[in-house]
């Protein structure tokens, strides 16, 4: 019996690493992070629920510079995956396809996010 000589599919090491890759993987990552800001907001509410000291305890531990952190990256989370949604959604009608439009688009989808996310701390966080 021959053995049949079958093509390979590429290895990763092949592909060049691109920034729509690279965004393709951070949505993903994104919306699974969202998943744990969301328990996140629901121990919030449920703190609010159960009175005011265990309110207190929360917006304590939220508003630590470890929370804000958190809460920062919970917030660039959501706005990132939003516009990756909205990104999503063009291609998905056939707009951005064309050469170059792709990585324009996904570079602007992480510029956009850090820009939207800053503005919404500074306006909502820092000075209100």
Known sequence: MAVRSRPLSPHLQIYRFT????MSIVHRATGIA???GM???ALW???AAWGQEPLDVVNRIYGSWFGQLVLFGYTWSLVHHM???IRHYLWDVIIGFEAGQREAM???NLVASVVITLLVWTVFVWVG
Do not use: K, P
């Open 106 to 108: 996904a570079w602007a």
């Open 34 to 36: 969202n998943y744990v």
């Open 19 to 22: 920034i729509t890759m690279t």
């Open 45 to 47: 509410l449920a703190a």
């Open 83 to 85: 516009l990756g949604g």
């Open 39 to 41: 328990a996140f907001l």
